[in-house]
């Protein structure tokens, strides 16, 4: 398997303007997860998804951010307007329930985002 | 609600010897805790993880951990450290399953440094 799939790598974008990140999870996985990770604030859950559907997404900083996932494979996080204050590297993880429990997380290599 | 520390920003050892990095929980129930590592510009990868049983728990790359419910611990461990396990970990504790939620919290990361 190909791991939890990320793009772009590297993102660097003006401010005001809107970023979409992309990500395609391990095959057969049921959970999906955006984190965001900065210095000063580490690493932040921004919001996971259960079989396509969003379950919490109480870490989702403003309205700025929204994120989708429109099927099992595929799913996009989107900042607009994007501000300076949103450069970071967004992870997206995923994980696969067995045996009633939602164990470990993969992640993806992240998004390395720069707002100027 | 649940919450993790780490105690040590930064942990130094020389190659060859023990190596401990501590972690700390406040989970209400039984504790799902995890030990995840991230190499520079990479994504976070799993290391174990504690469910239920031993309470010493091996995972990949020699790396062990142990859970101590009394001290609410679960500090990481190996016996020689490899100037090659220089990077950032990150221990995390995840809902309890009969709380109906998936959330995993973690720590700030303890970057580990062996020396050659």
């Known amino acids: 398997d190909a791991g939890v799939i990320q793009s772009p790598r590297h993102e660097v974008t003006e401010m005001g303007q809107e970023v979409t990140l992309r990500c395609k999870p391990i095959?057969?996985?049921?959970?999906l997860f955006w984190y965001r990770q900065t210095m000063m604030r580490g690493l932040e859950l921004l919001i996971y998804?259960?079989?396509?559907?969003?379950?919490?997404d109480s870490g989702m900083p403003e309205d700025r951010f929204s994120a989708k996932m429109p099927n099992a494979s595929f799913s996009t996080l989107k900042i607009q307007p994007s501000e300076p204050r949103d450069s970071a590297v967004y992870f997206c993880?995923?994980?696969?329930?067995?045996?009633?429990?939602?164990?470990?997380?993969?992640f993806g290599p992240g998004t390395r985002l720069t707002v100027l | 609600a649940q919450s993790v520390a780490q105690p040590e920003d930064q942990v130094n050892v020389a190659e060859g010897n023990p190596l401990t990095v501590k972690c700390t929980y406040s989970?209400?129930?039984?504790?799902?805790l995890f030990w995840y590592v991230q190499y520079p510009n990479r994504g976070l990868q799993f290391l174990l993880k504690?469910?239920?049983?031993?309470?010493l728990v091996k995972g990949s790359y020699g790396f062990e951990a142990e859970f101590n419910k009394s001290q609410t611990s679960f500090h990481l461990k190996k016996p020689s450290a490899l100037v090659s396990d220089s990077a950032l970990y990150f221990c995390?504790?995840?809902?309890?399953?009969?709380?109906?939620?998936?959330?995993?919290?973690f720590g700030a990361g303890t970057r580990l440094f062996v020396k050659a």
């Open positions: 993880a995923s994980s696969l329930t067995q045996a009633g429990r939602t164990d470990t997380q993969y």
């Open positions: 998804f259960n079989n396509n559907v969003p379950i919490d």
């Open positions: 504690y469910i239920t049983g031993d309470n």
């Open positions: 995390a504790v995840r809902d309890p399953p009969n709380t109906g939620g998936f959330k995993t919290i």
């Open positions: 989970v209400s129930g039984n504790p799902y």
């Open positions: 095959s057969g996985h049921d959970y």
